[in-house]
């Protein structure tokens, strides 16, 4: 995947008897995100709701909260957006989900590479009784949805992060399991 989805949320919060804003902590996570070198482009809010917290207080204060998702391309830049996030104090921070820019250029070469081996397939079956594939008389395509998970392989990020310091070597990118696409096609040939 090179387009790997991180929902958020950041929360007005009490620090004593000050109100930490919504605003202050989007400020400050906006800062820190162009310090780590991140577009800001890639972050948008998540949907146009907002919650509200009643805060049993004698003024009571109404606490808001934001839900926002930020697009980054690998594991690498994951880290780095959790880094903040924890540096913000922000809450529930999760991969949600994970793709491919090149998705549908993919999905179109496996249902090619399909069809080619229904053809080859029916080619050596009636090679098998002295005959040949005449043309399709009809091509349907069987739909199998893909279970696109973002599941990190290699092991845990900070135990793979420790044993490699320790070690004193350079650390290898932990990864996402790879898309997997599978199609196929219920093909019916003349037979010449």
Not at 4 to 15: A, G, H, P, V
Not at 30 to 43: E, H, I, P, R, V
Not at 77 to 99: H, K, T
Request: cysteine-free; hydrophobic content about 40%.
């Amino acid at each position: 995947p090179n387009e790997i989805y991180i929902s958020f949320t950041l929360k007005e919060r009490m620090d004593g008897k000050n109100k930490i804003t919504i605003e202050s902590q989007e400020a400050e996570m906006k800062k820190q995100l162009q310090k780590a070198g991140f577009n800001l482009d890639k972050l948008s809010l998540a949907d146009a709701s907002a919650d509200y917290v009643t805060v049993k207080r004698k003024n009571k204060e109404v606490l808001a909260s934001k839900n926002y998702l930020m697009k980054v391309a690998t594991t690498t830049e994951v880290a780095s957006v959790f880094e903040v996030l924890d540096n913000v104090q922000a809450l529930n921070g999760d991969i949600i989900r994970v793709a491919h820019s090149e998705i549908e250029k993919y999905r179109k070469e496996v249902k090619i590479m399909a069809m080619k081996a229904a053809k080859e397939k029916a080619g050596y079956l009636l090679e098998a009784i002295g005959e040949t594939v005449g043309k399709p008389l009809m091509i349907q395509e069987r739909e199998t949805y893909d279970d696109i998970r973002p599941m990190m392989i290699r092991g845990k990020a900070a135990g793979v992060q420790a044993e490699y310091e320790m070690a004193d070597e350079a650390v290898p990118e932990i990864s996402f399991q790879k898309i997997k696409l599978k199609y196929s096609v219920f093909a019916r040939f003349g037979i010449n």
